[in-house]
Protein backbone atom coordinates (compact mmCIF):
# COMPACT_ATOMS: atom_id res chain seq x y z
CA UNK A 1 0.00 0.00 0.00
CA UNK A 2 3.31 2.20 0.26
CA UNK A 3 3.77 5.10 2.62
CA UNK A 4 0.21 6.89 2.32
CA UNK A 5 -1.43 3.47 3.62
CA UNK A 6 -5.28 2.92 2.17
CA UNK A 7 -7.13 6.35 0.63
CA UNK A 8 -10.43 5.81 1.35
CA UNK A 9 -12.82 7.78 -0.79
CA UNK A 10 -15.64 9.72 0.05
CA UNK A 11 -18.48 7.67 -2.34
CA UNK A 12 -21.98 7.71 -2.26
CA UNK A 13 -22.77 4.18 -3.09
CA UNK A 14 -25.47 3.07 -5.56
CA UNK A 15 -28.83 1.99 -3.62
CA UNK A 16 -28.56 -1.21 -4.80
CA UNK A 17 -27.40 -2.15 -1.68
CA UNK A 18 -29.04 -5.24 0.15
CA UNK A 19 -28.38 -7.97 2.76
CA UNK A 20 -30.97 -10.79 0.69
CA UNK A 21 -30.80 -11.79 -2.33
CA UNK A 22 -30.00 -14.90 -4.73
CA UNK A 23 -26.30 -15.21 -3.10
CA UNK A 24 -25.46 -16.66 0.17
CA UNK A 25 -25.39 -13.68 2.36
CA UNK A 26 -21.90 -12.06 3.83
CA UNK A 27 -21.08 -12.75 7.92
CA UNK A 28 -21.39 -9.47 10.26
CA UNK A 29 -17.41 -8.44 10.71
CA UNK A 30 -16.19 -8.63 14.23
CA UNK A 31 -13.22 -8.54 16.79
CA UNK A 32 -12.40 -4.89 15.49
CA UNK A 33 -8.75 -3.47 16.00
CA UNK A 34 -7.33 -0.17 15.83
CA UNK A 35 -3.82 0.05 16.52
CA UNK A 36 -0.71 2.13 15.11
CA UNK A 37 -2.66 5.13 15.62
CA UNK A 38 -1.26 8.63 14.60
CA UNK A 39 -2.71 12.68 14.07
CA UNK A 40 -3.75 11.56 10.53
CA UNK A 41 -3.78 7.69 10.16
CA UNK A 42 -4.59 4.31 12.02
CA UNK A 43 -4.42 0.53 11.09
CA UNK A 44 -7.64 -1.29 11.41
CA UNK A 45 -8.17 -5.11 10.94
CA UNK A 46 -11.24 -7.43 11.78
CA UNK A 47 -12.42 -10.80 11.34
CA UNK A 48 -14.85 -12.96 9.59
CA UNK A 49 -15.58 -15.99 8.00
CA UNK A 50 -13.14 -17.43 5.52
CA UNK A 51 -16.14 -17.95 2.77
CA UNK A 52 -16.90 -14.33 2.72
CA UNK A 53 -12.79 -13.76 2.29
CA UNK A 54 -12.83 -14.51 -1.65
CA UNK A 55 -16.32 -12.74 -2.13
CA UNK A 56 -15.44 -9.11 -0.83
CA UNK A 57 -15.12 -6.30 -2.77
CA UNK A 58 -15.58 -3.68 -0.94
CA UNK A 59 -15.39 -2.27 2.59
CA UNK A 60 -17.36 0.33 4.27
CA UNK A 61 -16.30 2.35 6.84
CA UNK A 62 -18.24 4.37 9.25
CA UNK A 63 -16.01 6.59 10.58
CA UNK A 64 -17.85 9.93 13.22
CA UNK A 65 -16.39 11.49 15.98
CA UNK A 66 -17.25 11.01 18.94
CA UNK A 67 -18.74 13.99 20.38
CA UNK A 68 -21.33 13.54 17.12
CA UNK A 69 -22.09 9.87 18.21
CA UNK A 70 -25.77 10.31 16.96
CA UNK A 71 -25.22 12.51 13.43
CA UNK A 72 -26.18 10.88 10.42
CA UNK A 73 -25.03 7.13 10.74
CA UNK A 74 -25.67 6.80 7.28
CA UNK A 75 -28.81 8.53 5.73
CA UNK A 76 -29.89 4.47 5.26
CA UNK A 77 -28.75 2.03 6.95
CA UNK A 78 -27.81 -0.12 4.31
CA UNK A 79 -26.51 2.32 1.97
CA UNK A 80 -23.35 3.75 3.02
CA UNK A 81 -22.34 7.35 1.88
CA UNK A 82 -19.20 7.70 3.58
CA UNK A 83 -15.54 6.13 3.52
CA UNK A 84 -15.55 3.40 0.65
CA UNK A 85 -12.48 1.22 -0.24
CA UNK A 86 -11.67 -2.00 -2.34
CA UNK A 87 -10.77 -4.63 -0.33
CA UNK A 88 -7.75 -5.26 0.50
CA UNK A 89 -5.64 -7.72 2.98
CA UNK A 90 -6.26 -6.81 6.23
CA UNK A 91 -5.13 -5.08 8.00
CA UNK A 92 -5.22 -2.01 6.24
CA UNK A 93 -4.33 1.65 7.04
CA UNK A 94 -6.86 4.35 6.90
CA UNK A 95 -5.12 7.77 6.53
CA UNK A 96 -6.67 10.64 5.60
CA UNK A 97 -6.08 14.74 7.18
CA UNK A 98 -9.28 15.76 5.14
CA UNK A 99 -11.50 13.47 7.45
CA UNK A 100 -9.38 13.04 10.49
CA UNK A 101 -8.17 15.35 13.25
CA UNK A 102 -5.28 15.18 15.97
CA UNK A 103 -6.10 14.70 19.01
CA UNK A 104 -9.40 13.73 18.59
CA UNK A 105 -12.09 11.23 19.47
CA UNK A 106 -13.98 8.77 16.97
CA UNK A 107 -16.03 5.89 16.43
CA UNK A 108 -15.73 3.41 13.96
CA UNK A 109 -17.32 0.50 12.98
CA UNK A 110 -17.04 -1.63 9.10
CA UNK A 111 -19.28 -3.50 6.24
CA UNK A 112 -17.97 -5.56 3.84
CA UNK A 113 -19.75 -6.30 0.63
CA UNK A 114 -19.63 -8.04 -2.97
CA UNK A 115 -20.35 -5.99 -5.84
CA UNK A 116 -22.78 -7.92 -8.10
CA UNK A 117 -22.53 -7.95 -12.16
CA UNK A 118 -25.20 -5.84 -12.26
CA UNK A 119 -23.88 -2.62 -10.34
CA UNK A 120 -25.51 -3.33 -6.90
CA UNK A 121 -24.26 -4.44 -3.54
CA UNK A 122 -24.89 -7.80 -1.05
CA UNK A 123 -23.38 -6.10 1.96
CA UNK A 124 -23.01 -7.59 5.81
CA UNK A 125 -24.80 -6.75 8.91
CA UNK A 126 -22.77 -3.77 10.64
CA UNK A 127 -19.67 -4.58 12.79
CA UNK A 128 -19.78 -3.66 16.60
CA UNK A 129 -18.37 -0.26 17.09
CA UNK A 130 -14.65 0.78 18.35
CA UNK A 131 -13.61 3.81 19.89
CA UNK A 132 -10.12 5.42 19.44
CA UNK A 133 -8.08 9.11 19.50
CA UNK A 134 -6.28 10.40 17.50
CA UNK A 135 -2.20 11.15 18.25
CA UNK A 136 -0.54 14.25 18.77
CA UNK A 137 1.62 15.66 15.74
CA UNK A 138 4.62 14.31 15.59
CA UNK A 139 8.68 15.89 15.05
CA UNK A 140 8.00 16.10 11.24
CA UNK A 141 4.65 18.12 11.73
CA UNK A 142 6.18 20.16 14.07
CA UNK A 143 8.79 20.73 11.75
CA UNK A 144 7.03 21.63 9.27
CA UNK A 145 5.12 24.39 11.11
CA UNK A 146 8.36 25.50 12.38
CA UNK A 147 9.42 26.29 8.54
CA UNK A 148 6.52 28.35 8.09
CA UNK A 149 7.20 30.08 11.10
CA UNK A 150 10.46 31.17 10.23
CA UNK A 151 9.21 32.59 7.21
CA UNK A 152 7.60 35.01 8.89
CA UNK A 153 9.52 35.63 11.93
CA UNK A 154 11.29 38.36 10.31
CA UNK A 155 14.57 40.41 12.06
CA UNK A 156 15.89 39.85 15.38
CA UNK A 157 16.06 42.44 17.97
CA UNK A 158 17.78 42.50 21.00
CA UNK A 159 15.96 42.30 24.52
CA UNK A 160 17.52 41.73 28.36
CA UNK A 161 14.31 40.82 30.36
CA UNK A 162 11.58 38.12 30.29
CA UNK A 163 8.27 39.45 32.02
CA UNK A 164 5.23 37.44 32.72
CA UNK A 165 2.13 39.86 33.74
CA UNK A 166 -0.65 38.94 35.59
CA UNK A 167 -3.04 40.09 38.73
CA UNK A 168 -1.61 41.60 41.88
CA UNK A 169 -3.90 38.11 43.57
CA UNK A 170 -1.63 35.54 41.42
CA UNK A 171 1.80 37.36 42.94
CA UNK A 172 0.30 37.46 46.23
CA UNK A 173 -0.68 34.08 46.71
CA UNK A 174 2.77 32.87 45.25
CA UNK A 175 4.44 34.96 47.87
CA UNK A 176 2.43 33.95 50.74
CA UNK A 177 1.63 29.60 49.73
CA UNK A 178 4.26 28.76 47.38
CA UNK A 179 7.66 29.59 49.37
CA UNK A 180 7.77 33.08 46.76
CA UNK A 181 7.93 30.70 43.45
CA UNK A 182 6.03 30.88 40.57
CA UNK A 183 5.15 27.47 40.36
CA UNK A 184 4.51 25.39 36.79
CA UNK A 185 0.91 24.54 35.86
CA UNK A 186 -0.66 22.35 32.91
CA UNK A 187 -0.39 24.02 29.77
CA UNK A 188 -3.96 24.80 28.38
CA UNK A 189 -5.19 24.00 25.21
CA UNK A 190 -4.53 27.00 23.14
CA UNK A 191 -2.52 27.01 19.91
CA UNK A 192 -2.65 23.98 17.37
CA UNK A 193 -4.89 20.73 17.98
CA UNK A 194 -1.98 18.69 17.43
CA UNK A 195 0.23 20.30 19.49
CA UNK A 196 1.88 17.11 22.45
CA UNK A 197 2.27 20.66 24.83
CA UNK A 198 -1.48 20.96 25.45
CA UNK A 199 -2.82 19.48 28.25
CA UNK A 200 0.79 17.62 29.36
CA UNK A 201 3.72 19.96 29.77
CA UNK A 202 3.75 21.87 32.71
CA UNK A 203 5.70 25.02 32.65
CA UNK A 204 5.48 29.06 33.59
CA UNK A 205 4.61 31.08 30.67
CA UNK A 206 6.58 34.36 29.75
CA UNK A 207 6.82 36.77 27.20
CA UNK A 208 10.18 38.76 25.78
CA UNK A 209 8.79 40.57 22.81
CA UNK A 210 9.89 44.72 23.20
CA UNK A 211 8.65 47.78 21.53
CA UNK A 212 10.21 48.43 18.45
CA UNK A 213 10.93 51.95 19.54
CA UNK A 214 11.92 51.87 22.98
CA UNK A 215 13.48 48.33 23.29
CA UNK A 216 11.31 47.97 26.32
CA UNK A 217 8.40 45.66 27.14
CA UNK A 218 5.00 47.28 26.03
CA UNK A 219 3.15 48.76 28.92
CA UNK A 220 -0.25 47.03 27.89
CA UNK A 221 -1.34 43.36 28.64
CA UNK A 222 -4.28 41.09 28.15
CA UNK A 223 -2.98 39.14 31.77
CA UNK A 224 -2.97 41.64 34.25
CA UNK A 225 -1.68 44.74 35.27
CA UNK A 226 1.09 43.10 37.14
CA UNK A 227 4.37 42.35 35.65
CA UNK A 228 7.22 40.54 36.98
CA UNK A 229 10.68 41.10 35.19
CA UNK A 230 13.61 38.53 35.77
CA UNK A 231 16.98 39.25 33.66
CA UNK A 232 16.86 37.08 30.60
CA UNK A 233 20.37 34.80 31.66
CA UNK A 234 18.26 33.55 34.62
CA UNK A 235 15.81 31.40 32.11
CA UNK A 236 18.14 30.97 29.06
CA UNK A 237 21.86 30.24 28.55
CA UNK A 238 24.09 27.41 27.40
CA UNK A 239 22.60 25.14 30.39
CA UNK A 240 19.07 25.56 28.68
CA UNK A 241 17.96 23.24 25.83
CA UNK A 242 15.35 25.58 23.71
CA UNK A 243 12.54 23.73 21.94
CA UNK A 244 9.89 24.78 18.96
CA UNK A 245 6.48 24.11 20.32
CA UNK A 246 3.55 25.48 18.21
CA UNK A 247 2.73 28.55 15.85
CA UNK A 248 -0.77 29.78 15.29
CA UNK A 249 -3.19 32.28 15.03
CA UNK A 250 -6.23 33.63 16.15
CA UNK A 251 -8.20 34.99 13.16
CA UNK A 252 -6.34 38.17 13.47
CA UNK A 253 -3.48 39.30 11.49
CA UNK A 254 -0.98 38.52 14.53
CA UNK A 255 1.05 35.38 14.93
CA UNK A 256 2.44 33.58 17.60
CA UNK A 257 4.94 30.83 18.30
CA UNK A 258 5.47 28.96 21.67
CA UNK A 259 8.93 27.88 22.55
CA UNK A 260 10.27 25.78 25.43
CA UNK A 261 12.86 26.31 27.31
CA UNK A 262 13.78 23.59 29.91
CA UNK A 263 17.26 23.39 31.50
CA UNK A 264 19.30 20.51 30.55
CA UNK A 265 18.15 16.79 31.94
CA UNK A 266 15.70 18.47 33.56
CA UNK A 267 11.55 16.65 33.62
CA UNK A 268 10.53 19.69 31.10
CA UNK A 269 13.92 18.55 29.05
CA UNK A 270 13.24 15.22 29.10
CA UNK A 271 9.51 15.42 27.76
CA UNK A 272 10.67 17.78 24.97
CA UNK A 273 13.69 15.79 23.95
CA UNK A 274 11.21 13.10 22.21
CA UNK A 275 8.63 15.19 21.04
CA UNK A 276 9.25 19.09 20.13
CA UNK A 277 12.25 20.32 17.75
CA UNK A 278 15.28 21.10 19.19
CA UNK A 279 16.57 24.64 18.47
CA UNK A 280 20.11 26.14 18.12
CA UNK A 281 20.08 28.37 21.02
CA UNK A 282 22.52 30.78 19.29
CA UNK A 283 21.30 30.60 15.61
CA UNK A 284 17.55 30.17 15.10
CA UNK A 285 14.67 32.47 13.54
CA UNK A 286 13.05 32.90 16.98
CA UNK A 287 14.85 33.37 20.16
CA UNK A 288 18.54 33.03 20.24
CA UNK A 289 20.83 33.19 23.32
CA UNK A 290 25.08 34.02 22.05
CA UNK A 291 28.03 35.29 23.19
CA UNK A 292 29.22 38.92 22.22
CA UNK A 293 32.17 40.42 23.17
CA UNK A 294 32.29 37.90 26.33
CA UNK A 295 28.75 38.84 27.37
CA UNK A 296 25.64 36.88 26.60
CA UNK A 297 23.38 38.85 24.14
CA UNK A 298 19.31 37.74 23.63
CA UNK A 299 17.57 38.89 20.78
CA UNK A 300 13.86 37.77 19.62
CA UNK A 301 11.82 37.65 16.35
CA UNK A 302 10.12 41.04 15.76
CA UNK A 303 7.34 39.70 14.14
CA UNK A 304 5.78 37.09 15.93
CA UNK A 305 4.53 37.09 19.15
CA UNK A 306 6.43 34.56 20.77
CA UNK A 307 5.23 32.76 24.04
CA UNK A 308 8.04 31.60 26.21
CA UNK A 309 7.36 27.89 27.97
CA UNK A 310 9.78 27.93 31.50
CA UNK A 311 9.68 24.27 32.77
CA UNK A 312 10.54 25.06 36.68
CA UNK A 313 9.71 27.00 39.52
CA UNK A 314 10.80 30.76 39.25
CA UNK A 315 11.92 32.47 42.59
CA UNK A 316 10.34 36.10 42.67
CA UNK A 317 13.72 37.17 44.13
CA UNK A 318 15.57 37.13 41.00
CA UNK A 319 13.50 39.57 39.77
CA UNK A 320 11.72 42.45 40.20
CA UNK A 321 7.91 42.75 40.61
CA UNK A 322 5.43 45.95 39.75
CA UNK A 323 2.47 47.50 38.22
CA UNK A 324 2.61 48.66 34.57
CA UNK A 325 1.26 51.74 33.20
CA UNK A 326 -1.18 50.91 30.21
CA UNK A 327 -4.51 49.46 29.19
CA UNK A 328 -5.52 45.40 29.56
CA UNK A 329 -5.77 44.17 26.49
CA UNK A 330 -8.42 41.49 26.56
CA UNK A 331 -8.34 40.79 23.11
CA UNK A 332 -5.23 39.63 22.92
CA UNK A 333 -5.46 36.78 25.82
CA UNK A 334 -4.47 33.71 24.36
CA UNK A 335 -5.79 31.70 27.31
CA UNK A 336 -7.27 28.19 25.32
CA UNK A 337 -7.53 30.15 21.94
CA UNK A 338 -8.42 28.00 19.14
CA UNK A 339 -6.52 27.93 16.09
CA UNK A 340 -7.53 29.40 12.94
CA UNK A 341 -8.05 26.46 10.76
CA UNK A 342 -8.20 28.57 7.35
CA UNK A 343 -5.22 30.30 7.76
CA UNK A 344 -2.52 29.27 5.33
CA UNK A 345 0.09 30.84 7.07
CA UNK A 346 0.31 28.41 9.82
CA UNK A 347 -1.65 25.64 9.02
CA UNK A 348 -0.15 22.81 7.10
CA UNK A 349 -0.46 19.77 5.38
CA UNK A 350 -0.33 16.75 7.09
CA UNK A 351 -0.06 15.01 3.44
CA UNK A 352 2.93 16.38 2.88
CA UNK A 353 5.09 14.73 6.06
Not at 28 to 57: G, K, Q
Not at 78 to 101: E, I, N, Q, Y
Request: aromatic share 10%; hydrophobic share 35%; glycine share 6%.
Amino acid sequence: MGREGLMLRLLAVPTGAKQEGSMELLSTPHSIEVNNITCDSFRISWAMENSDLERVTHYFIDLNKKENKNSNKFKHRDVPTKLVAKAVPLPMTVRGHWFLSPRTEYSVAVQTAVKQSDGEYLVSGWSETVEFCTGDYAKEHLAQLQEKAEQIAGRMLRFSVFYRNHHKEYFQHARTHCGNMLQPYLKDNSGSHGSPTSGMLHGVFFSCNTEFNTGQPPQDSPYGRWRFQIPAQRLFNPSTNLYFADFYCMYTAYHYAILVLAPKGSLGDRFCRDRLPLLDIACNKFLTCSVEDGELVFRHAQDLILEVIYTEPVDLSLGTLGEISGHQLMSLSTADAKKDPSCKTCNINLEMT
